[in-house]
């Protein structure tokens, strides 16, 4: 059964420049289910970051409304939001942002308890969570300007997890780094969703996207397209589009054999490769 986590209703952001009125997010209405890794791609200045920052709590919308689980979130004061990203949000950025004078693993504990939780618990998970992105117990006592640029972006995953958000908000969480670095954290935030993680990605870059269950297309302020990929799985050889028959998706809404619409416009499954698919979604979009 499909679930939505948020949902918005006639979503609008406009910001004022010289006077100006630029309307970036306009009139939408959207889904995001729990469970997905939900991607969002566009053109450059399509407002794709804008509304990852409205569907995270970072900046309120100027019109419409943001439910999270139920709950509206587009009315909370800054304080409120602040609560509320704490509390249900991780956020993973190119840029790492991890405190220059705290070692990896103090780092993670920092964003840990800013939840008054227990230390000896916060550590456990720290530790586990730095295992599972395969950071050795080396570079736990490391500062960031000992790390390299992927070492970086799994303390900095770990940190966005370590409070177990119920979604992991990251934008171009790849952009800074090589192609090696890049695929590692891709296999990271892969496993994380595999999981059960719900996870929303901005991202400009193919490999990137094909790791997400759900694409979500913005043209100038509107979702003009959606694509239902279905679960990535790297033994099917996905990201080569070999073998890949998308299965259902988080949602159930793609049967891997024929091409549909969804009601609200999504497309759905087919039969060929999900590079295929998306590569002809994307061409569709005009990408
Ligand atoms: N805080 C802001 N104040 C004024 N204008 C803004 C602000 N944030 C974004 N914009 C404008 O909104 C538009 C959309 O920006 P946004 O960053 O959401 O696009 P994007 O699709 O993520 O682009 P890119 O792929 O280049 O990162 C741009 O024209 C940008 O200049």
């Not at 004022?16 to 970036?24: A, D, L, Y």
């Not at 000896?120 to 969570?129: I, S």
Request: charged content about 25%.
């Amino acid at each position: 059964m499909v679930k939505s986590l948020i949902t918005t209703q006639k979503l609008c952001k406009t910001f004022s420049k010289g006077g100006q009125q630029q309307h970036v997010l306009k009139n939408m209405d959207l889904d995001i289910y729990e469970g997905d890794f939900t991607v969002i791609m566009g053109s450059s200045g399509s407002g794709k970051s804008t509304l990852l920052y409205a569907l995270s709590g970072m900046d309120k919308p100027t019109l419409g409304e943001i439910r999270f689980a139920g709950r509206e979130i587009s009315k909370l004061s800054h304080d409120q939001l602040a609560l509320f990203r704490r509390d249900h949000c991780g956020f993973v950025f190119q840029q790492i942002y991890l405190l220059d004078n705290m070692s990896v693993l103090d780092n993670v504990l920092a964003a840990g308890l800013l939840q008054a939780r227990k230390k000896k618990a916060v550590a456990e998970k720290a530790k586990e969570l730095l295992k599972r992105v395969g950071l050795a117990e080396e570079a736990w006592g490391k500062f960031p300007s000992q790390l390299s640029g992927g070492e970086a972006q799994r303390a900095g995953i770990v940190r966005a997890l370590i409070h177990e958000p119920d979604i992991v908000f990251a934008d171009e969480p790849t952009g800074a780094l090589n192609s090696a670095s890049s695929m590692a954290v891709l296999d990271i935030l892969t496993e994380i969703n595999a999981g059960g993680q719900s996870m929303v990605m901005v991202t400009h870059d193919l490999k990137s996207a094909l790791r997400g269950s759900r694409i979500l297309y913005l043209r100038d302020g509107i979702v003009c397209g959606k694509l239902a990929l279905g679960r990535y799985s790297a033994a099917a050889g996905a990201e080569d589009g070999l073998a890949a028959r998308a299965g259902a998706s988080a949602g159930g809404s793609t049967d891997g054999s024929t091409v549909t619409r969804t009601e609200d416009g999504t497309v759905a499954g087919d039969d060929s490769s999900r590079l295929e698919r998306l590569n002809r979604f994307l061409a569709e979009m005009g990408w």
